[in-house]
């Protein structure tokens, strides 16, 4: 395996994290530095996406990398049967790092097996979507100040969202008191509750979105309820509507409190709530245009805030 790749947040430590974030903030005061030149990044795509490959392009791009790939794996010959072990080696012969996103767990962890390029994980089925877990850290960071001692609460579908069980993992070095809040089928499930646990996390389980919840809270993570992940639609229908939060829900929440979605949402968070100052989602997307740039840099092994002080 490349020791620069990136497939669970579990496999960094607190001082990569925060370095990480650091290298986010420099690119974010930084825009228009040319430092790929002459590299090229790959972007394997087997599942929908629009932030994720379009910032991960986005940022290659602006650092003056070129970008091959695909957003539909029915347009390549993984439709003709090719496995994911023989697309990685093909595509390892033409590029220097892989951003990969995959249906199954364990996908891009699978890849680094493969091949000797660094890869990326943008998101392995309900397992882990780290570069989102670093964007969301720096936008907790940019709105709350710091990471430490903040009560956040995870709405919706904590089952099958990845970016809820990547976030979990990495706040276990910052003292978070967590809300699940889910109806029984989209619980946390035992794996992450076990490791919280284990961590020391505080959480409290809800099946409301109560006030005292909303009114208790610095950070509200809406999530999606994952159709693509149900086999029962008629199960997937009685619980998509089953959070959704409306401005009229926040008028008593604490001054700080910020919303955050990874999006896309669907119906969890009305429209009213857009403009509401606490509103956040639209520019947490855009900071994953600078974290994606921090990350994709350190794949290929180049530490931003060293590379500038040579
Ligand atoms: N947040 C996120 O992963 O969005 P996309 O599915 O659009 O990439």
Not at 34 to 42: N, P, Q, R, S
Not at 64 to 72: K, L, P, T
Not at 94 to 103: A, E, K, L
């Amino acid at each position: 395996m490349n020791p620069h790749s990136l497939v669970s947040i579990a496999d960094l430590t607190k001082e990569q994290i925060l370095h990480i974030l650091d290298q986010t903030r420099y690119f974010e005061d930084h825009q228009g530095l040319k430092i790929l030149d002459g590299k090229v990044v790959a972007t394997l795509f087997f599942e929908p996406s629009t932030r994720t490959r379009l910032s991960f392009e986005t940022a290659a791009n602006r650092l003056g990398a070129r970008v091959i790939g695909f957003s539909d794996a029915n347009t390549t010959s993984s439709s003709k049967g090719e496995t994911l072990k023989d697309t990685i080696k093909m595509v390892s012969n033409y590029v220097d790092v892989i951003v990969m996103r995959h249906y199954l767990e364990g996908a891009a962890r699978y890849a680094t097996e493969v091949t000797d390029i660094p890869i990326i994980n943008a998101g392995d089925g309900s397992n882990q979507h780290p570069s989102q877990t670093i964007l969301d850290l720096y936008s907790i960071l940019k709105t709350q100040g710091r990471l430490e001692d903040l009560t956040i609460s995870l709405v919706g579908d904590l089952k099958y969202g990845r970016t809820v069980h990547s976030l979990i993992m990495a706040m276990k070095y910052f003292n978070p008191n967590f809300n699940f809040v889910a109806c029984d089928e989209l619980r946390m499930p035992e794996e992450y509750k076990q490791f919280c646990v284990q961590n020391g996390i505080k959480f409290t389980e809800h099946k409301d979105f109560s006030a005292d919840v909303i009114n208790s809270s610095d950070i509200i993570y809406m999530t999606r309820v994952q159709k693509e992940r149900f086999s029962d639609i008629v199960e997937y229908d009685r619980v998509k509507d089953l959070y959704s939060l409306r401005n009229s829900m926040l008028v008593n929440s604490r001054e700080n409190l910020r919303i955050l979605h990874p999006l896309p949402r669907v119906n969890e968070i009305n429209c009213d709530v857009d403009d509401n100052p606490k509103a956040y989602y639209f520019q947490q997307a855009r900071n994953g245009l600078f974290a994606r740039q921090a990350i994709i840099c350190n794949a290929l092994g180049i530490d931003i805030l060293d590379y500038n002080n040579r």
